[in-house]
Structures are given as C-alpha cells and as structure tokens.
C-alpha cells in the first residue's frame, strides 16, 4: 500500500473525515503532519500544494488535496488504485 501523508491539524473535522475514509479503505498508517504545532512545515505544506487550507492528502507522490477532493477521488473509483500502487 502506498504511503499516505496528510497535513492537518489537531481540531479539524474535515481532516478527522479524511482519517476516517482512509482508514475505511484499509489505510493502516497516516504520517500526520500538524502544521499548528509546527509552524516550518504549514510553509513545506504551501510550498508543495499551493494551498493554505487542512487536510492536505499525498498518496505516495500524488497531491490528492484535500477531504473533497480525497472524497471525489474515492466515489469515481480513483482512491483504490492510488493505494493499491506500489
């Protein structure tokens, strides 16, 4: 299973749905980046998304963006593939 990366931070629904969903496609492990208790890595974040908003979802190397985005991904078919990629 690919590695899932999500840039978030601690009290954020929209990240908490995006945890759930991942972890409902078999997704065992999430590196959670808190960008509120690490201020260096919300600029890392902007700097490789162009985005300032949380969740923030890289599957392997792929920007999937965020809860709706990951959300869209899953209901047109894409999540399972994405994670199944080695």
């Known amino acids: 299973m690919s590695k899932v990366v999500m840039y978030s931070t601690q009290v954020c629904p929209y990240c908490q749905m995006a945890e759930r969903l991942l972890r409902s496609r078999g997704v065992e492990h999430i590196e959670k980046v808190l960008i509120d208790r690490d201020p260096e890595r919300r600029a890392e974040m902007m700097e490789r998304t162009g985005r300032r908003t949380v969740p923030q979802v890289?599957?392997?190397?792929?920007?999937?963006?965020?809860?709706?985005?990951?959300?869209?991904?899953?209901?047109?078919?894409?999540l399972m593939p994405l994670l199944e990629a080695v």
Not at 65 to 70: C, T, V
Request: aromatic share 10%; charged share 20%; proline share 0%.
């Open 58 to 78: 890289f599957i392997g190397q792929t920007h999937v963006g965020g809860y709706d985005d990951l959300s869209a991904l899953d209901r047109a078919g894409g």
